[in-house]
């Protein structure tokens, strides 16, 4: 897309890299990595850190590591792992075989807590969750130290062997580092590192009954992967002494996290945690609704991978939390899908047109072009007869001073096509609707031939009556109402800010070759904007996702 072609200033991570590589730190090295925890799916905030982590080793010439961050057995599970790793792959990245998974490092970890009980820097305390927090203090005021926090080297050391061996019940003991009570940051207030978990894991089954918090993990995984630049989100900029403290104080290779803001879109939520709840109480139909941020959303939708890493090249870098509009990714797909989307007519609401000097049974085949943004693409046969239809919202009987598209007495072209001019209105005789509009047709003004030049105000797309097929069309809105979903009436939640419009479906009537398509085909619909086939799709009926409306077209119809 060549709104890159401008050569790029720096973003401040690119700064810090070109800046170690001047200077020689790390060898010259870059090796980052992508570290999801698999609770969930991912999402497209996940998909800008992706295409952080990813791009930058590409940049750089060098590595990007993928690692799960499974320290935590009670929310994870092996379908997210493998929905994750279907995503990276989707999206355009590979990690070439470096795979690796926190729990892989559980046995180095423990050896390390270990290491710091010797040192003093670690003790067994037996308080309960919440007499810790409690005792932890304000950031104003200074927490308690626990009583269990001058144990003797010997005792810790037993006690925590024993907690490994699985002698203690859940909650009845932890292991902290022993750090400053009276920190000014909090995350140094004698943090947890263990805790007694007697639950299974999707990798290493029951082998530990003590899981390692993320702050511990996290750092020392990075260590032993050698990363050079561990990114991560702001909110994890108050954990860096942490995260610096255990590299030094176990003695160890140290990267260096960078922190940078999340992504977060207007009109969207990005919370695992919420995303779940929508999923399991059932207000979407899985974690692929195509109304979803989730990157198997997006993709069902109709997302491409090229749209959704032009989209995060465009958002950038930033050091302060902000929220981007999501009408950017929406720009982003319509981009992406205008130079690539073969055209097509399809009337989403039709309404009968008879041409009533044009002869019954014949048929013509009119030349339209297949994608005028891609001269290679050549052109389609459309067929054209006596009965056809058109959009119903672009006739009306009446209509107000600024309407150019078909009434009585108008004359409108049909794309591709003749100009036709409306003679007459037909009503059903019971509810007054407006079934069929007659019309007749000029034969010197076909498209491409001489009279064609004659010009009228509208141009409409249209579809032979006899010939087309009906396929099913999902018009999706906007899933949530707020600009921000979270921004809710005391008592409530962010669910009741889901907009209650946001799915409707519809049946069209389109072009005969629509039979023929199947996921993931994508489609501009002449005038209406683009559409993605569905996997729902079968033999007897095409059915198309909204991807995006158009914005700039030859009359934009509203739907
Ligand atoms: P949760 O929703 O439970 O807080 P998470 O979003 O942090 O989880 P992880 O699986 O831990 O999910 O995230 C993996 C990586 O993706 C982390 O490095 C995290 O910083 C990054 N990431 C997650 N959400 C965003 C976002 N909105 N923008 C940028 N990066 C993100
Ligand atoms: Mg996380």
């Keep these: 897309m060549n709104e890159t072609d401008k050569p790029a200033s720096l973003n401040f991570i690119e700064e810090i890299i070109e800046e170690h590589l001047k200077t020689g730190k790390n060898d010259g090295r870059v090796h980052t990595r992508f570290p999801p925890e698999p609770n969930g799916y991912l999402h497209i905030g996940h998909a800008k850190s992706i295409c952080l982590n990813f791009g930058l080793a590409k940049k750089y010439n060098g590595l990007c590591n993928l690692r799960f961050d499974d320290t935590n057995p009670s929310t994870e599970d092996i379908e997210y792992v493998d929905s994750i790793k ?23 970890l423990y050896d390390w807590a270990e290491k710091l009980i010797m ?60 750090i400053d009570m009276a920190s000014p940051n909090m995350h140094m207030r004698d943090p947890i590192l263990y805790r007694i978990i007697h639950e299974h894991h999707h990798r290493t089954g029951d082998n530990w009954c003590i899981y390692p918090m993320y702050d511990y993990a996290h750092g020392q995984s990075d260590s032993i992967e050698r990363i050079t630049h561990s990114i991560c989100t702001l909110e994890f900029e108050v954990h860096r002494p942490l995260y610096n403290w255990f590299l030094d104080t176990i003695d160890i290779y140290h990267p260096q996290q960078i922190e940078f803001a999340r992504l977060n879109l207007s009109y969207t939520i990005m919370s695992k945690r919420k ?35 032009f989209f995060a090249e465009k958002v950038g870098v930033a050091k302060r939390d902000n929220v981007i509009d999501v009408a950017l990714l929406e720009f982003s797909i319509r981009e992406d899908l205008n130079k690539r989307a073969p055209r097509t007519m399809v009337a989403l609401n039709p309404l009968k047109v008879v041409i009533t000097n044009y002869p019954e049974g014949k048929t013509e085949e009119m030349e339209a072009v297949v994608n005028p943004e891609d001269p290679s693409s050549g052109t389609r046969k459309v067929p054209f007869s006596r009965e056809l239809f058109i959009e119903r919202e672009d006739f009306m009987e009446d209509p107000p001073k600024q309407f150019f598209r078909l009434f009585p007495g108008n004359e409108v072209r049909l794309k591709y096509a003749y100009i036709i001019k409306c003679d007459k209105v037909i009503r059903d005789t019971g509810t007054a609707e407006v079934t069929e509009v007659h019309c007749t047709y000029d034969p010197e003004s076909r498209s491409g031939m001489s009279g064609s030049n004659r010009k009228v105000k509208s141009t409409l797309h249209w579809i032979s009556a006899r010939h087309c097929i009906p396929v099913e069309v999902r018009l999706f809105d906007r899933l949530f109402i707020k600009e921000n979903p979270d921004e809710v009436e005391e008592g409530k939640d962010f669910k009741s800010n889901l907009n209650p419009d946001s799915l409707k479906v519809i049946t069209g009537c389109a072009d005969p070759a629509m039979d023929e398509v199947k996921p993931p085909d994508k489609f501009q619909f002449e005038r209406l904007g683009y559409f993605s086939v569905d996997p729902d799709t079968t033999a007897e009926k095409p059915v198309f996702n909204r991807v995006v409306s158009l914005k700039d077209s030859y009359g934009k119809v509203k739907n």
């Design 275 to 309: 995303l779940l709840e929508l999923v399991e109480g059932k207000y979407v139909s899985g974690w692929d609704d195509p109304r979803l941020p989730t990157l198997s959303g997006l993709r069902r939708r109709g997302y491409t991978p090229e749209a959704i890493r």
């Design 119 to 178: 040192i003093g820097k670690a003790y067994v305390c037996d308080l309960a969750a919440e007499e810790i927090s409690e005792q932890r203090g304000t950031p104003t005021r200074p927490g308690k130290e626990s009583p269990y926090r001058n144990r003797p080297v010997e005792e810790n050391l037993d006690l925590f062997r024993r907690m490994k061996a699985g002698e203690f019940p859940d909650g009845s003991k932890v292991l902290r580092a022993k």
């Design 86 to 108: 279907e995503d990276i792959h989707w999206l355009g990245f590979d990690w070439a075989g470096r795979e690796y998974y926190a729990s892989d490092y559980f046995q180095q």
